[in-house]
């Protein structure tokens, strides 16, 4: 079946411009995650969705980023006034839920790579 | 939170020998452990994962076991092939209730043909 896709895959902007990256999950997924990866990093956690509901928005690096699924579905994460900082791979995951037993299963997208000129 | 270190950064083995990638994690309340493995302009794939009620788990080729007391955890892949090359990334719950991940800072693993 299909899995999950995101768009645009690369996004150039210049600095101060503002993006929107968006991530369709598995149809059924409850749970959609977002990560930043730099390159030759490992993925860092921004945010988590519970069906619409943004359940932790810890890792968002500044109030410049921004994540909504407002019908529990497709996801937009959006970031103002881009920095040249801003530059690497994002990340959209999602997953079924957890359960009672524990963390399921993520599947990641392929990324947007966004590149800040 | 919790923090997951990874080693080697690079490891490369010969064609059908065994490879070993080692993950450390500090929270001792953390109960799921996934492995990934990232080719170049994907995102990650799951190999395997475990879970903290078990010690190992095996898929033919590929396993994963889990020191609870030493809190670490390690993928061995046998007979190594050279499309197993990748980036290999260890995760563990964030912790403190969060339900994302932490990631490792990755293995390149490379099989020499």
């Known amino acids: 079946g299909a899995g999950v896709s995101q768009s645009p895959r690369y996004k150039v902007a210049k600095r101060g411009q503002d993006v929107a990256l968006r991530c369709d999950p598995i149809s059924g997924h409850v749970s959609l995650f977002w990560y930043q990866q730099a390159l030759g990093q490992g993925p860092e956690f921004l945010t988590y969705f519970q069906n619409e509901a943004q359940l932790d928005k810890s890792g968002l690096p500044s109030d410049r980023f921004f994540a909504e699924r407002p019908e529990g579905s497709v996801s937009t994460l959006k970031i103002q006034r881009t920095q040249q900082e801003d530059s690497a791979v994002y990340l959209c995951a999602s997953s079924l839920g957890q359960p009672a037993g524990g963390p399921r299963e993520q599947y990641f997208g392929p990324g947007t790579r966004l590149t800040v000129t | 939170g919790e923090n997951v270190e990874q080693h080697p950064s690079t490891l490369s083995v010969q064609e059908g020998d065994s490879a070993v990638i080692k993950c450390t994690y500090s929270?001792?309340?953390?109960?799921?452990f996934p492995w990934y493995k990232q080719e170049l302009g994907k995102g990650p794939q799951l190999i395997i994962d475990i879970r903290s009620n078990v010690g190992e788990k095996k898929d033919q080729r590929i396993a994963v076991t889990l020191n609870k007391t030493a809190k670490h955890f390690s993928l061995h892949i046998t007979e190594t092939q050279p499309e197993d090359s990748a980036v290999c990334f260890c995760?563990?719950?964030?912790?403190?209730?969060?339900?994302?991940?932490?990631f490792g800072k990755g293995t390149h693993l490379i099989i020499q043909p």
């Open positions: 995760a563990a719950p964030l912790g403190g209730g969060a339900d994302g991940l932490t």
């Open positions: 929270d001792s309340a953390s109960n799921y």
